[in-house]
């Protein structure tokens, strides 16, 4: 085994793959700007890609854009020249840099940004009637419920929602931990699990990234 690997499953995995180049990219974007190096891992941006593919959407809606990864591997799920990924981000910088990186990629006629707040954004999407097949949630954790509920409210049948860093670097697991973002995650997990208008499931792998069904 290569000794460059590192430890655990997640890091042997990744390394079987050949190097994504918009990751590279983006990488090293963020370290320019000093911006939190928190983009959805590798791993599950396969996974998105494969997602969005496998259900057939058209329409793809991202809270939480921060550099434009996790926008790319969505996009790249889009069927070729069909879809349009509408992302929502809080700071407008990061937006600009987010739809720098999908023009890049290729996606710059078939992305959207809504700079914002995201509960703000989701109100004038839902006045506005629009609906999605895939959402993908990786923004401010204390607003996961209230994403996802709106996750619901726009969605066409049998949408897939996804959300990533649902373990919270181990704080969602750790009964000591009761702070707001912790206690949203966690109610978050539960809706997930319990809602029986969803059909849910949870991976524990990299952050930990919630998976449901609309039923």
């Excluded at 655990?8 to 990744?14: R, S």
Aim: proline fraction near 5%; hydrophobic fraction near 45%; aromatic fraction near 8%.
């Amino acid at each position: 085994m290569d000794a460059n690997i590192g430890t655990g499953p997640e890091a042997y995995f990744d390394s079987l793959f050949e190097t994504d180049p918009a990751w590279e990219r983006i990488s090293a974007a963020i370290r320019e700007r000093d911006m939190p190096d928190i983009s959805v891992e590798r791993g599950y941006g396969r996974l998105l890609t494969m997602l969005v593919a496998a259900t057939g959407a058209r329409a793809v809606l991202e809270i939480g854009a921060l550099a434009g990864y996790s926008g790319i591997c969505l996009s790249r799920g889009l069927p070729p020249g069909e879809g349009m990924l509408t992302s929502l981000e809080l700071k407008a910088e990061y937006a600009e840099l987010a739809s720098a990186q999908l023009r890049e990629e290729g996606f710059g006629d078939r992305s959207e940004m809504i700079v914002g707040p995201a509960a703000d954004s989701l109100a004038r999407l839902e006045r506005e009637g629009r609906r999605f097949d895939f959402f993908f949630i990786d923004a401010d954790k204390e607003g996961y419920p209230l994403y996802l509920e709106y996750a619901i409210r726009l969605a066409n049948p049998r949408a897939v929602i996804a959300a990533d860093n649902t373990l919270l670097r181990g704080r969602t697991l750790n009964a000591e931990k009761m702070g707001p973002a912790v206690q949203a995650v966690r109610d978050f997990n539960r809706t997930i699990a319990r809602d029986p208008r969803l059909t849910g499931a949870h991976l524990p792998a990299y952050d930990g990234l919630a998976l449901a069904m609309i039923k």
